[in-house]
Protein backbone atom coordinates (compact mmCIF):
# COMPACT_ATOMS: atom_id res chain seq x y z
CA UNK A 1 0.00 0.00 0.00
CA UNK A 2 1.41 3.31 -1.32
CA UNK A 3 2.10 6.08 1.28
CA UNK A 4 -0.92 8.12 -0.39
CA UNK A 5 -3.58 5.44 -0.20
CA UNK A 6 -2.61 5.07 3.24
CA UNK A 7 -3.06 8.46 4.68
CA UNK A 8 -6.59 8.37 4.31
CA UNK A 9 -6.74 4.68 6.39
CA UNK A 10 -4.69 6.40 8.74
CA UNK A 11 -6.95 9.41 9.43
CA UNK A 12 -10.40 6.83 9.67
CA UNK A 13 -8.82 4.30 11.73
CA UNK A 14 -7.62 7.84 14.01
CA UNK A 15 -11.48 8.89 13.73
CA UNK A 16 -12.85 5.71 14.44
CA UNK A 17 -10.86 5.45 17.69
CA UNK A 18 -12.21 8.54 19.17
CA UNK A 19 -15.13 8.76 21.61
CA UNK A 20 -18.25 8.96 20.26
CA UNK A 21 -18.85 13.26 19.58
CA UNK A 22 -22.51 12.96 18.09
CA UNK A 23 -24.14 13.62 21.41
CA UNK A 24 -22.51 16.87 21.19
CA UNK A 25 -21.10 18.08 17.88
CA UNK A 26 -24.26 17.91 14.71
CA UNK A 27 -22.24 15.68 11.55
CA UNK A 28 -22.88 18.70 9.44
CA UNK A 29 -20.80 21.42 12.17
CA UNK A 30 -17.84 18.57 12.27
CA UNK A 31 -17.49 17.71 8.77
CA UNK A 32 -19.12 21.03 6.92
CA UNK A 33 -18.41 24.28 6.41
CA UNK A 34 -20.24 26.63 9.00
CA UNK A 35 -23.16 28.55 6.88
CA UNK A 36 -22.19 32.27 6.25
CA UNK A 37 -26.04 33.15 6.01
CA UNK A 38 -25.13 34.74 2.83
CA UNK A 39 -26.74 31.71 0.62
CA UNK A 40 -30.41 32.33 1.99
CA UNK A 41 -30.33 35.78 -0.15
CA UNK A 42 -31.14 34.15 -3.13
CA UNK A 43 -34.04 31.98 -1.54
CA UNK A 44 -37.27 33.04 -1.48
CA UNK A 45 -39.23 35.48 0.12
CA UNK A 46 -42.15 34.19 0.74
CA UNK A 47 -43.82 33.36 3.88
CA UNK A 48 -43.41 29.62 3.60
CA UNK A 49 -39.45 30.10 3.86
CA UNK A 50 -40.05 31.95 7.21
CA UNK A 51 -39.41 29.03 9.45
CA UNK A 52 -36.38 27.88 7.23
CA UNK A 53 -35.01 31.08 7.57
CA UNK A 54 -35.72 31.16 11.23
CA UNK A 55 -34.30 27.56 11.44
CA UNK A 56 -30.82 29.40 10.04
CA UNK A 57 -31.06 31.98 12.61
CA UNK A 58 -31.09 29.70 15.52
CA UNK A 59 -28.74 27.57 14.30
CA UNK A 60 -26.36 30.43 13.89
CA UNK A 61 -26.87 32.15 17.25
CA UNK A 62 -26.07 28.22 18.89
CA UNK A 63 -22.42 28.60 16.80
CA UNK A 64 -21.73 31.87 18.38
CA UNK A 65 -22.70 30.82 21.31
CA UNK A 66 -20.57 27.76 21.21
CA UNK A 67 -18.24 29.51 19.59
CA UNK A 68 -18.04 32.16 22.51
CA UNK A 69 -17.67 29.19 25.65
CA UNK A 70 -14.63 27.75 23.70
CA UNK A 71 -13.23 31.20 23.29
CA UNK A 72 -13.86 32.13 27.00
CA UNK A 73 -12.23 28.75 27.91
CA UNK A 74 -9.12 29.33 25.49
CA UNK A 75 -8.62 32.42 27.28
CA UNK A 76 -8.81 31.44 30.92
CA UNK A 77 -6.37 27.97 30.11
CA UNK A 78 -3.68 29.95 28.92
CA UNK A 79 -3.99 32.74 31.08
CA UNK A 80 -3.79 30.14 34.29
CA UNK A 81 -0.63 28.21 32.32
CA UNK A 82 1.10 32.02 31.29
CA UNK A 83 0.50 33.84 34.09
CA UNK A 84 0.32 31.41 37.29
CA UNK A 85 1.94 28.07 36.62
CA UNK A 86 4.83 28.65 34.36
CA UNK A 87 6.27 31.32 36.72
CA UNK A 88 5.44 29.27 39.87
CA UNK A 89 7.40 26.65 38.01
CA UNK A 90 10.06 29.05 37.57
CA UNK A 91 10.18 29.97 41.36
CA UNK A 92 10.00 26.35 42.62
CA UNK A 93 13.15 25.41 40.79
CA UNK A 94 14.86 28.96 42.43
CA UNK A 95 13.51 28.57 45.67
CA UNK A 96 13.74 24.93 46.48
CA UNK A 97 16.53 24.03 43.94
CA UNK A 98 14.54 20.34 42.79
CA UNK A 99 14.87 20.18 39.21
CA UNK A 100 12.43 17.64 38.89
CA UNK A 101 9.65 19.31 40.76
CA UNK A 102 10.35 22.47 37.91
CA UNK A 103 10.17 19.99 35.18
CA UNK A 104 7.07 18.50 36.55
CA UNK A 105 5.28 21.81 36.37
CA UNK A 106 6.45 22.89 33.50
CA UNK A 107 5.80 19.75 31.46
CA UNK A 108 2.00 20.20 32.89
CA UNK A 109 1.79 23.63 31.61
CA UNK A 110 3.26 23.00 28.59
CA UNK A 111 0.39 20.21 28.07
CA UNK A 112 -2.64 22.65 29.08
CA UNK A 113 -0.62 25.24 27.09
CA UNK A 114 -1.10 22.84 23.85
CA UNK A 115 -4.75 22.12 24.63
CA UNK A 116 -5.55 25.80 25.39
CA UNK A 117 -3.98 26.45 21.57
CA UNK A 118 -6.03 23.72 20.12
CA UNK A 119 -8.90 25.43 21.17
CA UNK A 120 -7.80 28.85 19.94
CA UNK A 121 -7.09 27.44 16.63
CA UNK A 122 -10.34 25.64 16.07
CA UNK A 123 -12.33 29.24 17.59
CA UNK A 124 -9.90 31.19 14.98
CA UNK A 125 -11.33 28.99 12.04
CA UNK A 126 -14.02 30.60 9.97
CA UNK A 127 -15.03 26.96 9.00
CA UNK A 128 -15.21 24.56 11.34
CA UNK A 129 -14.03 21.47 9.55
CA UNK A 130 -13.15 19.36 12.70
CA UNK A 131 -14.17 20.13 16.11
CA UNK A 132 -12.53 18.64 19.16
CA UNK A 133 -10.89 16.23 16.90
CA UNK A 134 -8.33 19.28 16.87
CA UNK A 135 -7.23 17.98 20.47
CA UNK A 136 -6.68 14.23 19.07
CA UNK A 137 -5.28 14.60 15.85
CA UNK A 138 -3.26 17.21 15.71
CA UNK A 139 -1.46 16.20 12.96
CA UNK A 140 -4.30 16.30 10.55
CA UNK A 141 -5.25 19.63 12.26
CA UNK A 142 -1.96 21.04 12.23
CA UNK A 143 -1.93 20.44 8.10
CA UNK A 144 -5.62 22.09 7.92
CA UNK A 145 -4.53 25.33 10.08
CA UNK A 146 -1.33 26.20 7.16
CA UNK A 147 -4.45 25.87 4.49
CA UNK A 148 -6.28 28.50 6.68
CA UNK A 149 -4.75 32.01 6.16
CA UNK A 150 -7.30 33.45 8.36
CA UNK A 151 -6.19 32.25 11.04
CA UNK A 152 -2.86 34.44 11.02
CA UNK A 153 -4.55 37.78 9.62
CA UNK A 154 -3.79 39.43 13.31
CA UNK A 155 -0.88 39.95 15.54
CA UNK A 156 -2.16 37.93 18.72
CA UNK A 157 -2.44 34.24 16.45
CA UNK A 158 0.63 35.04 14.83
CA UNK A 159 2.26 35.81 18.15
CA UNK A 160 1.15 33.12 19.76
CA UNK A 161 1.71 30.47 17.60
CA UNK A 162 5.57 31.75 17.55
CA UNK A 163 5.41 31.63 21.65
CA UNK A 164 3.65 28.19 21.51
CA UNK A 165 6.22 26.88 19.55
CA UNK A 166 9.33 28.10 21.67
CA UNK A 167 7.89 27.05 24.79
CA UNK A 168 7.84 23.52 23.48
CA UNK A 169 10.44 22.91 21.37
CA UNK A 170 13.68 25.32 22.28
CA UNK A 171 12.76 25.70 26.10
CA UNK A 172 12.38 22.27 26.87
CA UNK A 173 15.90 21.60 24.69
CA UNK A 174 17.75 24.26 26.47
CA UNK A 175 16.72 23.06 29.83
CA UNK A 176 17.34 19.18 28.84
CA UNK A 177 20.91 20.55 27.96
CA UNK A 178 21.93 22.78 30.83
CA UNK A 179 20.78 19.59 33.20
CA UNK A 180 23.11 17.74 31.64
CA UNK A 181 25.82 19.78 32.19
CA UNK A 182 24.90 20.58 35.53
CA UNK A 183 25.64 16.87 36.37
CA UNK A 184 29.17 17.10 34.73
CA UNK A 185 30.23 20.41 36.22
CA UNK A 186 27.84 21.63 38.76
CA UNK A 187 27.15 25.04 37.53
CA UNK A 188 25.08 26.99 34.90
CA UNK A 189 26.10 26.95 31.78
CA UNK A 190 25.63 28.75 28.34
CA UNK A 191 22.81 27.10 27.46
CA UNK A 192 21.32 27.72 31.27
CA UNK A 193 20.94 31.48 31.12
CA UNK A 194 19.47 31.12 27.71
CA UNK A 195 17.13 28.46 29.69
CA UNK A 196 16.26 31.47 31.98
CA UNK A 197 16.51 34.44 29.87
CA UNK A 198 14.44 32.97 27.39
CA UNK A 199 11.79 31.74 29.90
CA UNK A 200 11.50 35.03 31.37
CA UNK A 201 10.92 36.92 28.11
CA UNK A 202 8.14 34.34 26.49
CA UNK A 203 6.02 34.36 30.22
CA UNK A 204 6.34 38.41 29.24
CA UNK A 205 5.18 37.85 25.95
CA UNK A 206 2.75 35.25 26.85
CA UNK A 207 1.19 38.13 29.35
CA UNK A 208 1.18 40.58 26.06
CA UNK A 209 -0.25 38.21 23.90
CA UNK A 210 -3.06 37.78 26.17
CA UNK A 211 -3.98 41.58 26.52
CA UNK A 212 -3.74 41.48 22.73
CA UNK A 213 -6.22 38.88 22.84
CA UNK A 214 -8.86 40.95 25.17
CA UNK A 215 -8.15 43.51 23.00
CA UNK A 216 -9.11 41.33 20.12
CA UNK A 217 -12.53 40.02 21.78
CA UNK A 218 -13.66 43.82 22.61
CA UNK A 219 -12.70 44.67 18.93
CA UNK A 220 -14.91 41.67 18.00
CA UNK A 221 -18.02 42.24 20.08
CA UNK A 222 -17.80 46.47 19.67
CA UNK A 223 -18.75 45.94 23.65
CA UNK A 224 -16.57 47.01 26.38
CA UNK A 225 -18.61 45.07 28.49
CA UNK A 226 -17.94 41.84 26.87
CA UNK A 227 -14.58 42.37 26.14
CA UNK A 228 -11.45 43.77 27.31
CA UNK A 229 -13.90 45.33 29.78
CA UNK A 230 -14.88 42.55 32.01
CA UNK A 231 -11.64 40.53 32.22
CA UNK A 232 -9.25 43.38 31.61
CA UNK A 233 -9.18 44.34 35.39
CA UNK A 234 -8.91 40.93 36.42
CA UNK A 235 -6.11 39.84 33.90
CA UNK A 236 -4.19 43.46 35.02
CA UNK A 237 -4.27 42.70 38.65
CA UNK A 238 -2.93 39.03 38.33
CA UNK A 239 -0.07 39.91 35.74
CA UNK A 240 0.66 42.86 38.19
CA UNK A 241 0.38 40.13 41.59
CA UNK A 242 2.74 37.91 40.11
CA UNK A 243 5.22 39.78 38.83
CA UNK A 244 5.45 41.35 41.99
CA UNK A 245 5.49 38.12 43.63
CA UNK A 246 8.56 36.94 41.12
CA UNK A 247 10.64 39.91 41.44
CA UNK A 248 10.31 40.14 45.28
CA UNK A 249 11.56 35.93 45.20
CA UNK A 250 14.30 37.60 43.30
CA UNK A 251 15.32 39.84 45.76
CA UNK A 252 15.08 37.39 48.91
CA UNK A 253 16.72 34.59 47.37
CA UNK A 254 19.73 37.17 45.78
CA UNK A 255 20.20 38.36 49.46
CA UNK A 256 20.08 34.99 51.14
CA UNK A 257 22.68 33.83 48.81
CA UNK A 258 24.81 36.83 48.99
CA UNK A 259 24.73 36.38 52.93
CA UNK A 260 25.31 32.75 52.35
CA UNK A 261 28.69 33.59 50.89
CA UNK A 262 29.98 36.21 52.63
CA UNK A 263 29.67 34.12 56.51
CA UNK A 264 31.51 31.37 54.31
CA UNK A 265 34.11 33.24 53.14
CA UNK A 266 34.54 34.63 56.94
Same mark, same amino acid.
Given at each position: #????? !???? !?????????????????????????????? &?? &??????????????? $???????????????????????????? #???????? #??????????????????????????????? !??EERKVSSLVLF??? $????????? $?????????????????????????????????????QRRGAQGHAHL??????????????????????????????????????????????????????????????????KVAV
Amino acid at each position: #MSIKN !ARPL !ALSICLLSLPPVSAIYSPDLILSPRKNGKE &NE &NHDSSPFAQNHNDGN $ESEKEFEDEDEERYRNIHGIIMSVVVLI #MFPLGALA #MRVLGRWWLHAMLQALGMLLLLAGFGIGVFV !AKEERKVSSLVLFCFT $EAWKLILRR $EQLFNNVHTILGTVLVGLFVTAQPLLGVLQHLFYRKNQRRGAQGHAHLWLGRLLIVGGVVNGGLGLALVGDDDDDDDDGWGKWGSVYIGVSVGMAALYLLVLVITAFLKRRASKKVAV
